[in-house]
Protein backbone atom coordinates (compact mmCIF):
# COMPACT_ATOMS: atom_id res chain seq x y z
CA UNK A 1 0.00 0.00 0.00
CA UNK A 2 1.81 3.35 -0.55
CA UNK A 3 1.81 6.58 1.65
CA UNK A 4 -1.03 7.97 -0.49
CA UNK A 5 -3.80 5.47 0.23
CA UNK A 6 -2.31 5.62 3.77
CA UNK A 7 -2.90 8.98 4.18
CA UNK A 8 -6.33 9.06 2.41
CA UNK A 9 -7.36 5.44 4.73
CA UNK A 10 -6.37 7.93 7.85
CA UNK A 11 -8.25 10.80 6.69
CA UNK A 12 -11.05 8.83 6.04
CA UNK A 13 -11.01 7.66 9.17
CA UNK A 14 -10.54 10.89 10.82
CA UNK A 15 -13.22 12.36 9.14
CA UNK A 16 -15.55 9.38 10.49
CA UNK A 17 -15.01 9.99 13.85
CA UNK A 18 -15.55 13.24 13.18
CA UNK A 19 -18.92 13.02 11.47
CA UNK A 20 -19.77 10.31 14.19
CA UNK A 21 -22.14 10.85 16.43
CA UNK A 22 -21.67 11.71 20.10
CA UNK A 23 -21.85 8.53 22.08
CA UNK A 24 -24.46 8.04 24.60
CA UNK A 25 -24.23 7.09 28.56
CA UNK A 26 -24.83 3.62 27.57
CA UNK A 27 -22.80 3.21 24.87
CA UNK A 28 -19.00 4.44 26.59
CA UNK A 29 -17.00 3.26 23.96
CA UNK A 30 -14.22 1.56 25.73
CA UNK A 31 -12.21 -1.11 24.89
CA UNK A 32 -10.07 -4.11 26.25
CA UNK A 33 -8.52 -7.13 25.60
CA UNK A 34 -7.80 -10.55 26.75
CA UNK A 35 -5.66 -13.48 25.99
CA UNK A 36 -8.17 -16.64 25.51
CA UNK A 37 -5.07 -18.75 25.37
CA UNK A 38 -3.50 -18.02 28.84
CA UNK A 39 -7.28 -17.32 30.89
CA UNK A 40 -8.58 -20.75 28.47
CA UNK A 41 -5.15 -22.20 30.24
CA UNK A 42 -5.80 -20.68 33.94
CA UNK A 43 -9.46 -22.01 33.67
CA UNK A 44 -10.53 -24.38 36.64
CA UNK A 45 -10.77 -27.51 34.71
CA UNK A 46 -8.81 -27.10 31.75
CA UNK A 47 -5.54 -29.02 32.82
CA UNK A 48 -7.07 -32.46 33.59
CA UNK A 49 -8.90 -32.47 30.52
CA UNK A 50 -5.94 -31.40 28.52
CA UNK A 51 -4.15 -34.48 30.30
CA UNK A 52 -7.02 -36.58 29.66
CA UNK A 53 -7.06 -35.57 26.03
CA UNK A 54 -3.44 -36.46 25.70
CA UNK A 55 -3.71 -39.71 27.38
CA UNK A 56 -6.62 -40.32 24.80
CA UNK A 57 -4.52 -38.98 21.87
CA UNK A 58 -1.23 -40.93 22.72
CA UNK A 59 -3.35 -44.53 22.37
CA UNK A 60 -4.51 -43.74 18.99
CA UNK A 61 -1.01 -42.88 18.21
CA UNK A 62 -0.10 -46.15 19.47
CA UNK A 63 -2.36 -48.29 17.91
CA UNK A 64 -1.32 -46.38 14.34
CA UNK A 65 1.56 -47.17 14.91
CA UNK A 66 1.30 -50.77 15.56
CA UNK A 67 -0.97 -50.92 12.02
CA UNK A 68 1.46 -48.72 10.38
CA UNK A 69 4.65 -51.08 11.19
CA UNK A 70 2.35 -54.29 10.28
CA UNK A 71 1.96 -52.69 7.06
CA UNK A 72 5.70 -52.09 6.82
CA UNK A 73 6.06 -55.58 7.57
CA UNK A 74 4.01 -56.88 5.07
CA UNK A 75 5.55 -55.06 2.81
CA UNK A 76 8.72 -55.98 3.47
CA UNK A 77 7.67 -59.68 3.17
CA UNK A 78 5.94 -58.60 0.04
CA UNK A 79 9.33 -57.21 -1.53
CA UNK A 80 11.72 -59.91 -0.29
CA UNK A 81 9.32 -62.83 -1.79
CA UNK A 82 7.86 -60.75 -4.69
CA UNK A 83 10.63 -62.64 -7.38
CA UNK A 84 9.08 -65.92 -6.48
CA UNK A 85 6.02 -65.43 -6.44
CA UNK A 86 3.73 -65.97 -9.84
CA UNK A 87 2.39 -62.77 -11.86
CA UNK A 88 -1.21 -64.12 -10.18
CA UNK A 89 0.34 -64.44 -6.64
CA UNK A 90 1.93 -61.38 -6.85
CA UNK A 91 -0.94 -59.40 -8.12
CA UNK A 92 -3.08 -60.94 -5.16
CA UNK A 93 -0.40 -60.01 -2.51
CA UNK A 94 -0.71 -56.27 -3.83
CA UNK A 95 -4.49 -56.02 -3.57
CA UNK A 96 -4.00 -57.67 -0.37
CA UNK A 97 -1.56 -55.09 0.80
CA UNK A 98 -3.19 -51.77 -1.03
CA UNK A 99 -6.57 -53.16 1.17
CA UNK A 100 -4.21 -52.77 4.24
CA UNK A 101 -2.77 -49.30 3.36
CA UNK A 102 -6.40 -48.30 2.76
CA UNK A 103 -7.77 -50.07 6.45
CA UNK A 104 -4.90 -48.07 7.97
CA UNK A 105 -5.73 -44.68 6.05
CA UNK A 106 -9.73 -45.35 7.27
CA UNK A 107 -8.69 -45.91 10.43
CA UNK A 108 -6.29 -42.80 10.91
CA UNK A 109 -8.85 -40.80 9.82
CA UNK A 110 -11.42 -41.88 12.22
CA UNK A 111 -9.68 -41.92 15.29
CA UNK A 112 -8.89 -37.96 14.08
CA UNK A 113 -12.12 -37.58 14.00
CA UNK A 114 -12.73 -39.12 16.95
CA UNK A 115 -9.78 -36.58 18.37
CA UNK A 116 -11.54 -33.58 17.40
CA UNK A 117 -14.77 -34.43 18.46
CA UNK A 118 -13.69 -35.61 22.22
CA UNK A 119 -11.74 -32.32 22.34
CA UNK A 120 -15.14 -30.13 21.52
CA UNK A 121 -16.37 -32.19 24.21
CA UNK A 122 -13.82 -31.31 26.91
CA UNK A 123 -13.42 -27.90 26.30
CA UNK A 124 -16.94 -26.89 25.27
CA UNK A 125 -18.33 -26.64 28.79
CA UNK A 126 -15.13 -24.59 29.66
CA UNK A 127 -14.93 -22.42 26.52
CA UNK A 128 -18.89 -21.69 27.84
CA UNK A 129 -17.71 -20.59 31.66
CA UNK A 130 -14.86 -18.47 29.88
CA UNK A 131 -17.32 -16.82 27.56
CA UNK A 132 -19.57 -16.37 30.45
CA UNK A 133 -17.29 -14.87 32.62
CA UNK A 134 -16.04 -12.24 29.87
CA UNK A 135 -19.21 -10.84 29.04
CA UNK A 136 -19.83 -10.85 32.93
CA UNK A 137 -16.44 -8.37 33.28
CA UNK A 138 -17.59 -6.74 29.60
CA UNK A 139 -21.19 -5.52 30.94
CA UNK A 140 -19.23 -4.96 34.95
CA UNK A 141 -16.83 -2.93 33.44
CA UNK A 142 -18.83 -0.99 30.73
CA UNK A 143 -16.64 -2.12 28.14
CA UNK A 144 -18.42 -1.84 24.56
CA UNK A 145 -15.95 -4.17 23.08
CA UNK A 146 -13.13 -6.99 24.50
CA UNK A 147 -11.12 -8.08 21.44
CA UNK A 148 -9.24 -11.13 21.94
CA UNK A 149 -5.09 -10.96 21.18
CA UNK A 150 -4.78 -14.89 21.93
CA UNK A 151 -5.83 -15.86 18.45
CA UNK A 152 -3.62 -16.47 15.49
CA UNK A 153 -4.26 -13.10 12.99
CA UNK A 154 -6.41 -10.92 15.35
CA UNK A 155 -5.31 -8.24 13.96
CA UNK A 156 -4.44 -6.59 17.10
CA UNK A 157 -0.50 -5.10 16.59
CA UNK A 158 -0.12 -3.66 19.83
CA UNK A 159 -2.29 -2.18 22.56
CA UNK A 160 -2.01 -0.50 25.79
CA UNK A 161 -1.53 -2.92 28.42
CA UNK A 162 -3.76 -1.22 30.82
CA UNK A 163 -6.64 -2.59 28.55
CA UNK A 164 -5.50 -6.29 29.35
CA UNK A 165 -8.23 -7.37 31.35
CA UNK A 166 -7.00 -11.10 31.01
CA UNK A 167 -6.11 -11.73 34.42
CA UNK A 168 -9.11 -10.32 35.74
CA UNK A 169 -10.90 -12.67 34.00
CA UNK A 170 -8.87 -15.24 35.27
CA UNK A 171 -9.54 -14.11 38.86
CA UNK A 172 -13.28 -14.50 38.26
CA UNK A 173 -13.18 -17.74 36.38
CA UNK A 174 -10.90 -19.29 39.82
CA UNK A 175 -13.44 -17.48 41.97
CA UNK A 176 -16.37 -19.49 40.07
CA UNK A 177 -17.70 -16.49 38.05
CA UNK A 178 -19.32 -17.08 35.29
CA UNK A 179 -20.96 -21.05 36.21
Do not use: C, H, W
Request: glycine share 8%; charged share 20%.
Amino acid sequence: MGRLSITLSLVGLVAGLVAAPPMTAQTTGKIAFINSRLVLAAAPGYAQAESLYAGEVASYRIEVQKMQASLDSSVQSFQQSSVVLSPSARTAKQKELEAQQQRLEQRMQDLQDKAVQRERDLLEPIQQRVTSVVEGVRAAGGYAMIFDVGVQNSGVVAADRSLDLTQKVIDQLKAGGGS
